[in-house]
Structures are given as structure tokens and as C-alpha cells.
């Protein structure tokens, strides 16, 4: 009886400067189950406001004094440094700018690829203290969709140290 062919993907959630860490495990699994790697960034100043006609989504600053209109791209070196991941691994890699909430828009992502797990960092620096009071982009996926999340820990501060939060 033959294997059953894998669908779907590994979605990752990836944000400027702090890839490296977060692709390579995505890729491992991404190489393990045979499927293409998903990396979504999300710009949470911005929002979607719909579709046009033509399909094409209508985004809105958060800020309405905010010139921006679409959504922040990762830099050329951090698609450099997925490229070079997914190759090692021989994988497909794809990276997709995403709006809103990102819990949100990587479970949207998961659900249009079928994902077979979402992948995400811990943060980093001021953000962590945000995330604890605001509620984890991790701890939400993991309440608010069916799929398995796996959490990268990204700069782990040790057992010895304050935790961020607890820092004065």
C-alpha cells in the first residue's frame, strides 16, 4: 500500500531581523513533512478594509495621519537569509506581507494552505513586556485555531534571569 502524499504547509510568522532562528526549525519541519514553507509578515499598523472589485484588497493605516498604504516588506538580507534555509533543506519557500492582527492573519494563511503547523518566535526586547499584557501572538493562535503552534524561543533569557516582564 503506498504512503499517503502530504498536503498543505508550514506557515511561519517572521519579522525583520529575526528570521534566522524561527525558519530554520520551520524548515526542518517543512523538509520532514514534505511541504512548502509559508513565511508571513505582518504589518499591524495597517488594516484590511475589504476588496475591490477586481479582487484586490483595500488597506487602511491604523493612523489615519500615516502615509502608509501597504504593508511593510521584509528586507532583500532577511529573504536572503530564507532562501538560503529553505535550499539547505530543500524546501519551497514563499513570503507573503500580510495585514492586521497577526494571530489572525497567520491563522487566515494556515487555513488557506492547509497548514500542517504554524511556527512562531518568542518576541524580542520592548515587545515582550506588550506581549505580556496584550496576550501572546502564540498563546492566542493556540486557543483561537485547530493547529498544532510551535513556539520558537528567540534571545531565551535563562532560568537565572528576570523574566521581561519582572524586570525593573
Given at each position: 500500500m503506498g504512503q499517503a502524499v502530504p498536503t498543505g504547509a508550514v506557515v511561519v510568522g517572521v519579522r525583520a531581523g529575526q528570521v534566522r532562528d524561527?525558519?530554520?526549525v520551520a524548515a526542518q519541519i517543512a523538509e520532514r513533512f514534505t511541504?512548502?514553507?509559508?513565511?508571513?509578515?505582518?504589518?499591524?499598523a495597517l488594516l484590511s478594509a475589504g476588496n475591490r472589485a477586481d479582487g484586490s484588497e483595500i488597506i487602511e493605516p491604523i493612523d489615519p495621519d500615516s502615509a502608509d498604504a501597504g504593508p511593510a516588506d521584509l528586507p532583500e538580507t532577511d529573504r536572503?537569509?530564507?532562501?538560503?534555509?529553505?535550499?539547505?533543506?530543500?524546501?519551497?519557500?514563499?513570503?507573503?506581507?500580510?495585514?492586521?492582527?497577526?494571530a489572525r492573519a497567520l491563522a487566515a494563511v494556515a487555513e488557506e494552505r492547509d497548514a500542517v503547523m504554524i511556527v512562531?518566535?518568542?518576541?524580542?526586547?520592548?515587545r515582550r513586556i506588550t506581549e505580556f499584557f496584550n496576550g501572546s501572538v502564540a498563546a492566542r493562535l493556540a486557543h483561537q485555531q485547530h493547529r498544532p503552534v510551535l513556539v520558537v524561543p528567540v534571545n531565551p533569557v535563562g532560568f537565572d534571569e528576570p523574566l521581561p516582564w519582572d524586570a525593573s
Open positions: 524561527v525558519v530554520t511541504v512548502p514553507l509559508v513565511c508571513v509578515t505582518v504589518d499591524p536572503a537569509v530564507i532562501e538560503q534555509i529553505a535550499a539547505a533543506r530543500s524546501v519551497h519557500a514563499s513570503v507573503l506581507a500580510k495585514v492586521g492582527d497577526p512562531v518566535g518568542t518576541q524580542t526586547g520592548r
